[in-house]
């Protein structure tokens, strides 16, 4: 049987005798019985075997070294008062495949630095068995969130002609070595997706509610510890939504996630709070108990050009309209002044892509990014300008050729009332719910500058 089923119900099975196989954690010889602990992967909860000598095979069953993997028959035994509920009282070992001795993760501390060398094992340590239990609760929570408001999941391509977000992040895709594009595959340059958006916009106009959920590639020189090359993201478009619904479903969404992984994760969360970060259970109960704040833009720029005033040592300290909000700010504004998640609105359009709705203002686009504490932006989204002249105007003054956008800005000529979406970084959002400090704890094998390994 599976450690998870005994572990969701041992009372039922005390004095019953039941069969695992699973992997030897730690193993060690006691007067007059042994402790076998194991773990068969389906839990991140382990199980203690005790047996004795007189057990058949004990030369080879007492030789089983770390990471091997055994097959144990035997009773269960309720132990009120031990920190295990229950323990196996062994009366048959197999010893199915002995590991070898120097197993690189042996059973003490080991740096998050040397386990990402060691990404194809660290899976089995308890800190990663619950960011990526949680993870995948994360992914199915969403899919649920979705599926339940009548949204529509769109699988959009993943190899591209265009730079959804203008940024020239794109990793070319080729089969060729001369960069002559019109011989190559598609006969025309081709790139990993940075945001399946546009696609998205387009299928909105189909069934007004859509999702994406899929990897995006960014090719940013970025060696931070919240950028990776490979990332999944979220994005979600809606027909005739506005940039107040588009905050609102923002909300919603992260809640609901918080929510079911307090419903099913917590043995993943309260490991994730002892080890990764304190006070993490109290921080995820906020979130869903209060509302997420609200500051525009300007306001956010007055606050923080207070705060330099009142001599808070930011790096940049130049803080006018027109700033491109840095992680230190993001964190300032929603760590120190609203001490919970921020929406940061209205941002000055220079800053911003060109699809993003210019307010009646003249300066500024209906955009909204979501800062949390610890992580800065989790999500970022707008309105999305529906006006075609001033899409197109948009796209030349900010260099994108609006011919190789033809089908996008053509959607706006067919009936169109305003679409509204975000997009939400995964590991960010994983970050977020179980305090790893690195992306790189959160992906199973993070690609990130000058590191592609397994
Ligand atoms: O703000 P971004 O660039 O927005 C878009 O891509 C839009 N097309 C979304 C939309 O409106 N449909 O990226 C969205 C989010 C960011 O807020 C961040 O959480 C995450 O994606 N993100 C990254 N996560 C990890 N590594 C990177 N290099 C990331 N770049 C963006
Ligand atoms: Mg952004």
Redesign the pocket.
Known sequence: MELKELYSSYEKYDGKEITIIARVRSHRQGKAVNFLVLNDGTTINDIQVVYKSEIEKYEEVSSARVSSIVEVSGKVVLTPGKPQPFEISASKIELLDQAIENYPLQKKEHSPEFLREIAHLRARTKTFQSIFRIRSAAAFAIHEFFNQNNFIYVHTPILTEND??GAGETFVVTTRTDANYEEDFFGKKAALT??G?LN?ESFAQAFKKVYTFGPTF?A?N?YTS????E?W?I?P?VAFADLKDNIELIEKMVKHIVNYLFKNNMDELNFCAQNLEEGLIEKLKTIIENDFAITPYEEAIEILKKAVADGVDFEEKNIEFGLDLGTEHERYLCEVVNKKPTFVTNYPKEIK?FYMKQNEDGKTVAAV?LLVPGIG??????QREDDYEKLITRCKEMNIDPEELWWYNDLRQYGYYKSA?????F??LIMYVTGAAN?RDVLPFPRTPKNLLF
């Open positions: 959804a977000e940075v945001s958006q998205a960014r940013e970025s919240r950028h990776a090359a990332f993201m994005e478009e892509a990014d932006e989790l999500v970022g989204g707008s979406g975000f997009g939400l970084g590991e960010r992306i």
